[in-house]
Every structure is written in structure tokens, then in C-alpha cells.
């Protein structure tokens, strides 16, 4: 019964099961009294166990379930939410003192949800000649985030110029 629906008022299969209270008390009763007490009160009679009697319990089993379903949405929306992501923000050497500010903007908000930015400085052409005009541009971004601090070195390849910053 790991990954299946338990089994559920005439789907019990026993002569006998352990009723579970909801005040925690137990008894071994036949499975007619247990159904019928469950109809009495308006609600299921629900299979936790397999053991020998199988453990039972009365309850309202929608609502069981949407509980379950719930918890269990709950559970993958912390674990995305606790999930890292890398956001990337690319730029040029000749990019514009204006866009230079919407990148720390975005760099600092991105770090303060939790995330790691990469910033990428990309040169076409004869650009790639005057590399010091994109580590300017770095510099002025790495000095305007205030939220974090580059995780390495600066890396310089091909016609790519990149860090990657991490929160403090």
C-alpha cells in the first residue's frame, strides 16, 4: 500500500481490524461494527496498515486526501524555493552608463532573493582588442553591488569576460 490509495469502507478485505481512535485509543472489533460505526458518524472507514488485523481509522477520506495534497505541494514549493538559481547578465564594452546601472540594479536584486549572478562581458569583432574597456565596465558593476561578492577570479577566454558573484 506504499504508492496506492488505501483501501477504503467495502474495499477492507479482514474479518477483524484494530480501530484507531482519534483520541488515540484502540480496539480489535469486526469490520461490520467498524463500518458501521463509520456510517453512523457520515464518514469512511480508511486502511492505514497491513498488519495483522489491518489498522483502520475513521475519517472524512476527501478530505484526507486534500490535506495530503496539500502538504505534499507545500513540500515541492520549499524545495524550489530553496533551490539556487545562476541568473546570467550580459553586457558589452560599450555599453551605456544608464544600462551600466540597470545591471547593479538587477545584480543586487537577484542576490537578494538568494540566486548567483553571472556577469558576462561579451566582445565582437575588433572589441576583443581593447579588452581593458569591458574589465572597466566589470569593475564599475562589482563596485556598485553592495549585496555580494564575486565567488572567484575573473575569468578571461576567447571573447568572454566573466564572474561569477555570489550573496554574502
Do not use: W
Amino acid at each position: 500500500m506504499k504508492n496506492e490509495e488505501p483501501a477504503i469502507n467495502g474495499a477492507i478485505r479482514s474479518t477483524v481490524v484494530r480501530l484507531v481512535m482519534d483520541n488515540g485509543d484502540q480496539s480489535v472489533i469486526p469490520v461490520r461494527e467498524a463500518l458501521y460505526q463509520a456510517r453512523e458518524a457520515g464518514l469512511d472507514l480508511v486502511q492505514f496498515s497491513e498488519s495483522n488485523p489491518p489498522v483502520v481509522k475513521i475519517l472524512d477520506y476527501s478530505k484526507f486526501k486534500f490535506e495530503q495534497q496539500k502538504k505534499q505541494k507545500e513540500a515541492a514549493k520549499k524545495s524550489r524555493a530553496s533551490r539556487v538559481e545562476m541568473k546570467e547578465l550580459q553586457f558589452r564594452p560599450v555599453t551605456d552608463d544608464n544600462d551600466v546601472k540597470r545591471l547593479i540594479k538587477n545584480a543586487n536584486k537577484f542576490l537578494e532573493e538568494g540566486n548567483k549572478v553571472k556577469l558576462v562581458c561579451k566582445f565582437r569583432g575588433r572589441e576583443n582588442t581593447h579588452r581593458e574597456n569591458g574589465f572597466a565596465i566589470l569593475n564599475e558593476i562589482l563596485a556598485g553591488i553592495t549585496t555580494g561578492t564575486p565567488e572567484g577570479r575573473v575569468n578571461a577566454q576567447d571573447r568572454n569576460i566573466s564572474v561569477i558573484i555570489a550573496k554574502n
